[in-house]
Nanobody
Framework: QVQLVESGGGLVQPGGSLRLSCAAS????????MGWYRQAPGNQRELVAL???????NYADSVRGRFTISRDNAMNTAYLQMNGLKPEDTAAYFC?????????WGQGTQVTVSS
């Protein structure tokens, strides 16, 4: 039994910032990666950022330089600092966890960027 609880979404103006968090709990073995995908209405779910067990990170081209992913492995928690937000970033953001042999998803948190 594994759960992901994410928070930190909200409504911000263009150029603003938000910090998302995702905490994993339950029967957790080795964490191979944690990160976020996002999905806007009518769109495919797409990778935003990922941090692997090695510390290597991966970002979507559209967010590179604006978003930063980090983790606290002892707490099984990941963070996504989002700066310079744009209206195009508006979406539901879903935390993702890859364990040995299984993938898990959070419930999603809404990010809306608008004037």
């Amino acid at each position: 039994q594994v759960q992901l609880v994410e928070s930190g979404g909200g409504l911000v103006q263009p150029g603003g910032s938000l910090r998302l968090s995702c905490a994993a709990s339950g029967s957790i073995s080795t964490i191979y990666g944690m990160g976020w995908y996002r999905q806007a209405p009518g769109n495919q779910r797409e990778l935003v950022a990922l941090i692997m067990r090695t510390g290597v990170t991966n970002y979507a081209d559209s967010v590179r330089g604006r978003f930063t992913i980090s983790r606290d492995n002892a707490m099984n928690t990941a963070y996504l600092q989002m700066n310079g937000l744009k209206p195009e970033d508006t979406a539901a953001y879903f935390c993702y966890l890859r364990l040995f042999g299984q993938d898990y998803w959070g419930q999603g948190t809404q990010v809306t960027v608008s004037s």
